[in-house]
């Protein structure tokens, strides 16, 4: 009851909402990119800003590569790499939003100015002001930081009321419910208890930077029904760290 009363506080309350999508789950068998999930995505985040509500984007690369499958690779290296597999993936998201009449801006962290726009805050936050969906991509643009943190990072620079972290799974548990039947899913959970509890669903390092700035964050599942739009309007759903 506690869960659903604060998610429905926060959800009456925002109007600004970093959404945290990881690359695995827009992938599909055989396929790095599922456009199906894709458009299913697209269609939610429409119909937030349909809402009145200024949606920030950040996706994952790991569909597409991510930095330790590179064994023996120097670090930096196989990171950047994970930066461009983002951008990948972020001009899909892009160019699906715009197909469904959404204007949307693609911002990277590492220069590429002939197809996308360099992160400037300013610029981003009038973006949201008219309306537009500002997808984050590259990461924080430096080798050893997660789009985790990213989303966190951007989520602080924003001034975001929420971070809405979609994945694979329904929540967050206090062991991976795929391997262990008996895990336990927290309805919500304070930063500390995250951190001292070593849970893995979101980096670490994130989660502190969104304890210092009071940024709630809510994981849930990206493949259920109109899951996006149901955590937004304050359904209870997933799991709340705040």
Known sequence: MTSFLLIKEISMSYKRVVL?????????????????TVKRVASQV???VKMGIEVCVI????????????????????DHMGMLATVINSLAFQDTLESLGIQARLQTAIDMRQIAEPFIRRKAVRHLEKGRVVIFACGTGNPFFTT????????????????????????????????N????KYDNIS??????????????????LCMENNIPILAFALNEENSIVRAVNGEKLGTLIS
Do not use: C, H
């Open 191 to 208: 930063y500390m208890d995250f951190i001292s509890e070593g849970l893995q669903a979101m980096d670490t390092t994130a989660v502190t």
């Open 46 to 48: 429409a119909e937030l």
């Open 59 to 78: 996706i994952g690369g790991g569909n597409i590569w991510r930095g330790r499958q590179g064994r023996d690779m120097n670090r930096v290296t196989a």
């Open 20 to 36: 945290k999508i990881s690359g695995e789950a827009l992938s599909g068998q055989g396929t790095n990119i599922d456009f199906d």
């Open 148 to 179: 985790d943190m990213a989303a966190a990072l951007r989520a602080a620079e924003m001034e975001a009321d929420l971070i809405l972290l979609a994945k694979n799974v329904d929540g967050i548990y206090d062991s991976d419910p795929k391997t």
């Open 181 to 184: 039947p008996d895990a336990k």
